[in-house]
């Protein structure tokens, strides 16, 4: 049984080029010129393909979606600081007037000696988050 045809190779194991050697001698004179096995192909390198094939580049997508993404945390920072406000009002809310009053007293915030539950957990709310941002 004979060895030839034979095929021999140039590239990588991914993309490869190939010619058929039909006996020794042309085997011989290919491999002097650079062609292999296919088992001796090295596996292809990774590559960063920046634009793809339909020309878009990906560095400018990706850049894209970044920036999309950083609006969509603003946003959501945003509600969490609101909806955090919110937790601590009712919570501000459940407390007894008089405790809400005696930190209003201890921040030296004036209020209306008729305010009810709701003003002064507003007025310690607004307090705390005038803190916050010093």
């Given at each position: 049984m004979s060895?030839?045809?034979?095929?021999?190779?140039?590239?990588?194991?991914?993309?490869?080029?190939?010619q058929t050697a039909s006996n020794k001698e042309s085997e011989k004179e290919l491999l002097d010129s650079g062609w292999v096995g296919f088992g001796d192909l090295p596996e292809p390198k990774l590559e960063s393909k920046l634009i793809n094939d339909s020309g878009i580049n990906k560095l400018q997508i990706l850049g894209e979606e970044n920036t999309k993404l950083k609006e969509e945390l603003v946003e959501a920072l945003k509600e969490n600081q609101e909806l955090r406000k919110q937790i601590r009002f009712k919570e501000l809310e459940d407390k007894p007037a008089d405790e809400l009053k005696a930190i209003l007293d201890k921040a030296?915030?004036?209020?209306?000696?008729n305010a009810g539950k709701p003003e002064l957990a507003q007025l310690v709310l607004d307090h705390e988050s005038k803190d916050s941002k010093e």
């Open positions: 060895d030839y045809p034979k095929m021999l190779y140039k590239g990588n194991k991914a993309k490869y080029e190939y030296k915030i004036k209020y209306k000696a």
